[in-house]
């Protein structure tokens, strides 16, 4: 959980990533991407059978 604040401050300030790798902005870009995934997937787990879906243009087609 530390990774996430810290990747938030690295890319509003680069200067404050002194002796961080180049890579590692990357590691954790992907990080944040895949955070996100997940969540959205624990929500779903969470959702009632029949709820009704409050956006649904935003859901991918093939549901």
């Known amino acids: 959980m530390l990774k996430v604040p810290i990747s938030v401050v ?3 300030r ?4 002194n002796g961080m790798s180049f ?7 992907l990080g944040l991407v895949a955070l996100a995934i997940d969540y959205t997937i ?7 059978p ?3 879906d409050p956006l649904p ?3 991918r087609s093939d549901r």
């Open 10 to 12: 690295v890319h509003a």
């Open 14 to 17: 680069p200067t404050r990533a």
């Open 23 to 29: 890579w590692a902005f990357d590691l954790t870009a």
């Open 42 to 48: 624990f929500l779903d787990w969470f959702t009632p």
């Open 50 to 52: 029949g709820a009704e």
């Open 57 to 59: 243009r935003c859901r």
